[in-house]
């Protein structure tokens, strides 16, 4: 299984930006998608799920101002953040899930709101 993710950055608040990571060597379609992110000095946070149905659930925190996608033919998922603010900082993390044998994590990207 690989992964292959986009690059994070250093943003402002209220900009924007999106998040992908391509997933191979898996049937992607049939998977669920989550987005986790982990702050320093805090416990990691489930962000965002998408289901092999589409249907996408949202953290309290984001909701509202992040949008999670997929792109099976493309085997790429999507994670678009609006509006950051500094308290979204944190490294994201894509996973893969199917079942405790099948799941699959990125890397990891670094993501940091600030002025």
């Known amino acids: 299984v690989q992964f292959t993710e986009s690059r994070g950055g250093l943003v402002q608040p209220g900009e924007s930006l999106r998040l992908s990571c391509t997933i191979s060597?898996?049937?992607?379609?049939?998977?669920?998608l989550r987005w986790f992110r982990h702050a320093s000095g805090k416990a990691r946070e489930l962000v965002a799920v998408?289901?092999?149905?589409?249907?996408?659930n949202y953290a309290d925190s984001v909701k509202g101002r992040f949008t999670n996608s997929r792109d099976n033919d493309k085997e790429t998922m999507y994670l678009q953040m609006n509006n950051l603010k500094p308290e979204d900082t944190a490294d994201y993390y894509c996973n893969a899930y199917l079942n405790e044998g099948q799941n699959w994590w990125g890397q990891g990207i670094q993501v940091t709101v600030s002025s």
């Open positions: 998408i289901g092999a149905d589409d249907r996408a």
């Open positions: 060597g898996i049937s992607f379609g049939i998977y669920e």
